[in-house]
């Protein structure tokens, strides 16, 4: 009796480029490799299939690799019986992308096999030795990365330019052996005068009409790949990073230090101080309402909240089946058009956000004594009283009573950074702003913004999300309806007797198989901010907790 057909799908792949233009390269050599191991078991009826999927070029810390989804679209579809690879590390170097993997190959009833590394995952033994050498190439793929950003920090510091898209007003090296910045002298101008038209008005917006009607451009660059980017008009939030860009002082900047570059300056140090001073100012600048009276506008954060790129967030509204929603937007998404780095965020939930952030950082101060530049004893408890109840005070009122406290918010992917004005903070607790604490007005928290079908959850800071009372509402659910399921209710009668569909009964109760953790969590509204009831329903609830623990996510 023959043996059945088992369809072999080839994967390759490599981190880097480097040789991949090479007639016959390392894809080619993993590909040789694994073919010739597929006709090894030709006995066993394995058959390998014509169709190649080869990442040239990716590294293996992420999943998202063109032909690795080909793949997993082709074993979605039934079209693979086996994943053949090299190594393991070809297919993943992540332990949790791996599981992931595991999965999917599951649930279509694929398997995979390693040339290289043979073993039988059927057995305990052999599951170690898996993890065992995921883990070593999760380990080697983080050491990497170590080395990477070591080298890339130390060559900063010697004022090298790290590769990129280079800033206008200089090119690369001619040089491809040297990593310097050499000034182009048109765009260098171009620079100048962009400073210059700054420094004449003193206004962000100002300076972007005269530039469109002087048609300054910015940078053109051609990749390697053909493809161009820029030559277009410069937006609001591209002026602001051209002008706060120290690397027109002759200076390389790495994170929030900079360092003296090899490369030219293109402006002088007067007229960059000027600049940078005038910056400052009008990032601070209160726009309406004085500095003691709750906002009177409708949107409270109106000129106080910037984004990674300077880019101010404009307060705007829609009108949806009669009820207006109030939105903060990146001011390029209004002027300029789609950039996905804007941010449009739903305005009450993030103004919620921020209060809570302000408040939790002044109670945590409060309550060590953090809230005097020097130590006090006889003022410290006095003080820390204060400043407790005007945080009380805060969260009772809400955003627009604190938004006098307020001085700047800044966004980060995922950082919120909030600066408070001292003489306000000081004058609310019937102090001095002198003997204020630096750190009491300027900290930074962290940022999760997930979004829940239309709806976008923002928590910011240390605090956890509120309880969610859908995801709770289907939890109990679940089990009342698996209760009636056990006692006999056929699935039929009791889907007509709640008005839902049989497929929606089904998918809700399949909330019972969850972890008694999670199920506390979600009660205690401690669980990862992600984790919501469509992604619940939407994913195949393993019945192992401690793979639920992994997949949904086990920092709660």
């Not at 530039?211 to 609001?236: C, D, N, P």
Request: with cysteine.
């Amino acid at each position: 009796m023959s043996k059945a057909k088992i369809r072999c799908a080839i994967y390759t792949r490599k981190s880097t480029e480097e040789g991949l233009d090479q007639d016959f390269n390392s894809l080619d050599a993993q590909h040789e490799a694994c073919a010739a191991y597929v006709a090894s078991q030709k006995h066993e009826g394995w058959k390998m299939l014509p169709t190649r999927y080869d990442d040239g070029g990716i590294s293996g810390g992420t999943l998202d690799r063109p032909a690795l989804q080909q793949l997993m679209a082709d074993i979605d579809s039934g079209r693979i019986d086996m994943v053949v690879v090299y190594k393991i590390d070809r297919l993943t170097r992540s332990l949790a992308d791996f599981a992931k993997l595991v999965e999917r190959l599951e649930k279509a009833d694929c398997s995979f096999v390693s040339v290289t590394q043979a073993f039988n995952t059927s057995s305990s033994m052999g599951r170690l030795t898996l993890n065992v050498l995921l883990s070593f190439a999760q380990f080697e793929r983080e050491v990497t990365a170590e080395r990477i950003r070591d080298k890339i920090a130390a060559s900063k510091k010697k004022g090298l330019w790290m590769g990129g898209i280079p800033p206008l007003g200089y090119d690369p090296h001619p040089d491809k052996t040297r990593r310097e910045l050499v000034v182009n002298v048109e765009e260098a101008e171009t620079v100048r005068r962009i400073f210059r038209l700054y420094e004449t008005h003193h206004c962000l917006n100002a300076v972007v009409r005269e530039a469109e009607a002087l048609g300054i451009r910015s940078k053109r660059h051609v990749f390697s790949t053909g493809r161009t980017q820029g030559g277009m008009s410069f937006s609001r939030g591209q002026i602001y990073h051209l002008l706060t860009n120290p690397v027109y002082l002759g200076r390389i900047r790495h994170k929030d230090q900079t360092f003296d570059g090899q490369h030219p300056a293109i402006i002088d140090q007067a007229l960059w101080d000027s600049v940078q001073q005038h910056l400052q100012s009008a990032s601070t600048r209160r726009r309406g309402g004085s500095t003691t009276q709750p906002a009177s506008s409708d949107a409270p954060l109106k000129g106080k909240v910037r984004d990674e790129t300077g880019d101010i967030l404009t307060p705007t509204h829609t009108n949806r089946h009669g009820k207006r929603q109030r939105y903060y937007v990146s001011n390029r998404l209004i002027s300029g058009g789609a950039d996905p780095t804007g941010w449009r965020l739903p305005a009450a939930t993030f103004e919620t956000a921020v209060i809570k952030a302000i408040t939790a950082h002044l109670r945590d101060h409060a309550r060590r004594h953090d809230v005097l530049r020097a130590c006090d004893v006889a003022r410290s408890d006095t003080d820390a009283t204060a400043v407790l109840k005007l945080a009380a005070r805060l969260d009772a009122e809400g955003c627009k009573h604190a938004v006098p406290l307020i001085r700047a918010v800044r966004l980060e992917q995922c950082t919120l950074a909030v600066e408070l004005d001292p003489s306000a903070v000081a004058e609310a607790i019937d102090g001095s702003a002198a003997s204020l604490s630096a750190r009491l007005c300027t900290f930074t928290a962290p940022l999760t913004c997930k979004r829940r079908g239309v709806e976008m959850r923002i928590v910011a800071g240390d605090s956890r999300p509120e309880p969610d009372q859908t995801l709770i509402r289907a939890l109990r659910n679940a089990h009342i309806w698996a209760d009636a399921l056990k006692s006999g209710e056929p699935l039929k009668n009791l889907a007509q007797r709640i008005g839902h569909s049989e497929r929606y009964v089904r998918r809700i109760t399949s909330l019972i198989s969850l972890s008694p953790r999670l199920q506390g969590a979600i009660l205690e509204g401690t669980q990862p901010a992600e984790l919501n009831l469509e992604a619940l329903v939407r994913s195949n609830i393993p019945l192992d907790w401690t793979h639920q623990d992994r997949l949904f996510g086990s920092n709660f």
